[in-house]
C-alpha cells in the first residue's frame, strides 16, 4: 500500500515532483546564478513536525524552491550548499508551503507544483487584482494545522511579493494557536533574477541569498500584534530595515545586523 500523507497524496508523487522541479530549477540556481545560504545546519537539528518557517517572498516558486533545497542539502549533511543529490534523494518529504489558491490555479505549471506539497488559502484582502474584505476560511486554518501536525510548513507571513508590506495577522494566530517553533528566513536577490513568478531567468550572475536564522523566542501568551511584529522583524520586514539597501549579500549585511537589537 502506499505511503500517504495526512491530506491522503501519495508521498511517492511527491517526492518525484520535488526531484522534477529541483532539477528544473538546478540550472538556474546553480549556472546561471550563484547562492549564498547561511544557517542551514539548524535543520539537522528541528523536530520532524510542528515547525513553522517564515520568510519574506519575491517570486512565487523560485524562492520556496531554493528553500526546499537548502533542507533537503542540510539533512543529507551538506548545509548551505546546493547539491542535486539532496533533491533526488528527498529525505524531508512532510514539508509544505502556504500559497494562495488564485496563484497555484494560474496555469499548468503551477498546478503541478501545487501537488509538491502548496497548502492553497483564499487571501482575504485581494481577489482577481481587487481589494476585497472576507472572512477567513475555516478549511484553510484546518489545513495548515494538519499540515503543522505532519510536518514543516513555509509561510510568507506578509502574503504578497511585496517588499516592506505589513504582515498578515493569520500568521501570528497560527503561531499562538499551535506554538511551533518559528524559523525566520531572509532571501534577496529572487527579484532580480527572475520574473515575478520565478519560472523565467531575468538577469544572470545575480547571487541568491538564503539565512537561516536560529528560532525566535515567543511567548506564546503575548497578543498576535506583538508576536507578528516579531516575526516581521525576524524576517527583516519592518520599516526600520526599509533604510538599509536591501541589494546587499548577506556577508556584508552582517555587519549592519550586528547594529541593531536581535530580532528574537
Same mark, same amino acid.
Given at each position: 500500500?502506499?505511503?500517504?500523507?495526512?491530506?491522503?497524496?501519495?508521498?511517492?508523487?511527491?517526492?518525484?515532483?520535488?526531484?522534477?522541479?529541483?532539477?528544473?530549477?538546478?540550472?538556474?540556481?546553480?549556472?546561471?546564478?550563484?547562492?549564498?545560504?547561511?544557517?542551514?545546519?539548524?535543520?539537522?537539528?528541528?523536530?520532524? =513536525?510542528?515547525?513553522?518557517?517564515?520568510?519574506?517572498?519575491?517570486?512565487?516558486?523560485?524562492?520556496?524552491?531554493?528553500?526546499?533545497?537548502?533542507?533537503?542539502?542540510?539533512?543529507?549533511?551538506?548545509?548551505?550548499?546546493?547539491?542535486?543529490?539532496?533533491?533526488?534523494?528527498?529525505?524531508?518529504?512532510?514539508?509544505?508551503?502556504?500559497?494562495?489558491?488564485?496563484?497555484?490555479?494560474?496555469?499548468?505549471?503551477?498546478?503541478?507544483?501545487?501537488?509538491?506539497?502548496?497548502?492553497?488559502?483564499?487571501?482575504?484582502?485581494?481577489?482577481?487584482?481587487?481589494?476585497?474584505?472576507?472572512?477567513?476560511?475555516?478549511?484553510?486554518?484546518?489545513?495548515?494545522?494538519?499540515?503543522?501536525?505532519?510536518?514543516?510548513?513555509? =509561510?510568507?507571513?506578509?502574503?504578497?511579493?511585496?517588499?516592506?508590506?505589513?504582515?498578515?495577522?493569520?500568521?501570528?494566530?497560527?503561531?499562538?494557536?499551535?506554538?511551533?517553533?518559528?524559523?525566520?528566513?531572509?532571501?534577496?536577490?529572487?527579484?532580480?533574477?527572475?520574473?515575478?513568478?520565478?519560472?523565467?531567468?531575468?538577469?544572470?550572475?545575480?547571487?541568491? =541569498?538564503?539565512?537561516?536564522?536560529?528560532?525566535?523566542?515567543?511567548?506564546?501568551?503575548?497578543?498576535?500584534?506583538?508576536?507578528?511584529?516579531?516575526?516581521?522583524?525576524?524576517?527583516?520586514?519592518?520599516?526600520?530595515?526599509?533604510?538599509?539597501?536591501?541589494?546587499?549579500?548577506?556577508?556584508?549585511?552582517?555587519?549592519?545586523?550586528?547594529?541593531?537589537?536581535?530580532? =528574537?
Amino acid at each position: 500500500m502506499l505511503k500517504r500523507n495526512v491530506f491522503g497524496q501519495p508521498v511517492i508523487v511527491k517526492r518525484w515532483l520535488v526531484r522534477v522541479f529541483g532539477s528544473m530549477f538546478y540550472r538556474k540556481f546553480r549556472w546561471k546564478n550563484s547562492t549564498d545560504i547561511q544557517g542551514a545546519e539548524i535543520f539537522q537539528d528541528l523536530p520532524d =513536525s510542528n515547525v513553522l518557517l517564515v520568510s519574506n517572498h519575491q517570486t512565487y516558486f523560485a524562492d520556496v524552491t531554493l528553500m526546499v533545497y537548502s533542507i533537503q542539502s542540510s539533512l543529507i549533511g551538506r548545509p548551505n550548499e546546493i547539491k542535486l543529490k539532496g533533491f533526488l534523494k528527498c529525505p524531508k518529504a512532510n514539508f509544505y508551503f502556504i500559497a494562495a489558491e488564485e496563484t497555484m490555479k494560474s496555469g499548468f505549471l503551477p498546478k503541478v507544483y501545487a501537488r509538491a506539497g502548496a497548502i492553497t488559502v483564499k487571501r482575504t484582502w485581494r481577489a482577481k487584482g481587487k481589494e476585497i474584505n472576507r472572512e477567513v476560511d475555516s478549511n484553510d486554518t484546518t489545513n495548515i494545522a494538519m499540515a503543522l501536525s505532519d510536518g514543516w510548513v513555509i =509561510s510568507f507571513p506578509q502574503g504578497t511579493t511585496t517588499p516592506f508590506a505589513p504582515g498578515r495577522k493569520g500568521t501570528a494566530h497560527i503561531i499562538k494557536e499551535h506554538k511551533p517553533i518559528v524559523i525566520p528566513i531572509v532571501i534577496n536577490g529572487f527579484r532580480r533574477a527572475f520574473d515575478k513568478k520565478g519560472l523565467f531567468t531575468k538577469k544572470k550572475g545575480t547571487t541568491l =541569498s538564503l539565512w537561516i536564522k536560529p528560532p525566535l523566542k515567543i511567548n506564546y501568551e503575548d497578543n498576535v500584534e506583538t508576536i507578528m511584529k516579531q516575526v516581521i522583524e525576524g524576517i527583516e520586514q519592518s520599516q526600520e530595515y526599509n533604510l538599509v539597501e536591501k541589494d546587499l549579500p548577506i556577508l556584508d549585511r552582517d555587519s549592519l545586523q550586528k547594529q541593531k537589537s536581535p530580532s =528574537s
